[in-house]
């Protein structure tokens, strides 16, 4: 292919990605576009559509309140990779409350900013929790789980709910967990 067919073939292809471009931008990038300039289109109903269905953050937290209890209960019978991994399920349903709603309106109107109170609690007391379930001390998993309790505490008190008192489980949430770490099946 000669310097002319090299040169052709560029201006065809061009020609052809441009043509492609526009009517792309016809068909699709024109919704897109309507969509983010605020006037209702697909797009903003299925934004609304989802927001709609999000549950709420009571939904998240019953989950984190389920396998925090778990938690306590499996370490009790220091089967530390049962308390491993209830611990990774609160702490990934805690950071699912908080993508809900970063940001909840307290009983004053206010601003409560969930997500900076979180912030604060993941790398402070939860990772203390952390550390004795890595280090399989029972003695020092339990001081750290209380004092987790408080700085749970302390968030719903910041959110308004005074009423959500965390404590010290009483008994397992399910019977349907063997937390022996020796058990063996059935």
Same mark, same amino acid.
Request: contains cysteine; negative net charge.
């Given at each position: 292919?000669?310097?002319?067919?090299?040169?052709?073939?560029?201006?065809?292809?061009?020609?052809?990605?441009?043509?492609?471009?526009?009517v792309?931008?016809?068909?699709?990038?024109?919704?897109?576009?309507?969509?983010?300039?605020g006037?209702?289109?697909?797009? #903003?109903?299925?934004v &609304?559509?989802?927001?709609?269905i999000?549950?709420? #953050?009571?939904?998240?937290?019953?989950?984190?309140?389920?396998?925090?209890? /778990?938690?306590? =209960?499996?370490?009790?019978?220091?089967n530390?990779?049962?308390?491993?991994?209830?611990? /990774?399920?609160?702490?990934?349903?805690?950071?699912?409350?908080?993508?809900?709603?970063?940001?909840?309106k307290?009983?004053?109107? $206010? &601003?409560?900013? =969930?997500?900076?109170?979180?912030?604060g =609690?993941?790398?402070?007391s939860?990772a203390?929790?952390?550390?004795?379930?890595?280090q399989?001390?029972? $003695?020092?998993?339990?001081s750290?789980?209380?004092?987790?309790l408080?700085t749970?505490y302390?968030?719903?008190?910041a959110?308004g709910?005074?009423?959500?008192?965390?404590q010290i489980?009483?008994a397992?949430?399910?019977?349907?967990i /063997?937390?022996?770490p020796?058990?063996?099946?059935?």
């Open positions: 292919m000669g310097r002319f067919g090299v040169v052709a073939a560029v201006v065809i292809a061009a020609a052809v990605g441009g043509g492609a471009a526009e792309w931008f016809r068909t699709r990038g024109q919704a897109a576009v309507t969509a983010q300039g006037s209702a289109g697909p797009l #903003q109903s299925d &609304d559509r989802l927001k709609s999000v549950p709420t #953050q009571s939904h998240t937290m019953t989950d984190v309140g389920y396998h925090w209890a /778990n938690l306590w =209960i499996a370490a009790q019978h220091r530390w990779p049962l308390a491993r991994f209830f611990f /990774n399920e609160a702490r990934q349903s805690i950071r699912w409350t908080v993508l809900i709603r970063p940001v909840r307290g009983p004053d109107g $206010a &601003d409560v900013d =969930i997500k900076s109170l979180w912030d =609690i993941d790398p402070s939860m203390a929790v952390d550390i004795a379930i890595e399989e001390d029972f $003695a020092t998993f339990e750290d789980y209380k004092v987790a408080e749970c302390s968030c719903h008190k959110a709910l005074p009423f959500l008192r965390p489980p009483t397992p949430p399910t019977t349907m /063997n937390y022996d020796k058990a063996t099946w059935p």
